[in-house]
């Protein structure tokens, strides 16, 4: 019913910026939290941002003051500005979409993108 597709992932050196944006379709956007999960080799996938239908956005500790989620209604896109890269942060990145914050935030949205790479180098 719903389709993400992420864009904007790269190589970065340390200290750089990246914008990841997902264009969703096939559903009412607007309706839908958003968010953003991304998963590194040996690691388990991981929450990094969301934000609910209402706007209200939630940022995992490790990233906060450095990311920041946002969503655009009338593009039907949702992104995620990514500021002051460690190499930490390399990992495939995941758009997700679910009717529910919550759900979206537990590791069960209903949606997921496809995935892109980042990787920082150091």
């Known amino acids: 019913q719903v389709q993400l597709v992420e864009s904007g992932g790269g190589l970065v050196q340390v200290g750089g910026s990246l914008r990841l944006s997902c264009a969703a379709s096939g559903s009412i956007f607007s309706r839908n939290a958003m968010g953003w999960y991304r998963q590194a080799p040996g690691k388990r996938r991981e929450l990094v941002a969301a934000?609910?239908?209402?706007?209200?956005?939630n940022h995992a500790d490790s990233v906060k003051g450095r990311f920041t989620i946002s969503r655009d209604n009338a593009k039907n896109t949702v992104y995620l500005q990514m500021n002051s890269l460690k190499p930490e942060d390399t990992a495939v990145y995941y758009c997700?979409?679910?009717?529910?914050?919550?759900?979206?935030?537990?590791?069960?949205?209903?949606?997921w993108g496809q995935g892109t790479q980042v990787t920082v180098s150091s």
């Open positions: 997700a979409a679910d009717r529910s914050f919550v759900t979206l935030q537990i590791g069960a949205p209903n949606y």
């Open positions: 934000i609910s239908s209402g706007g209200t956005t």
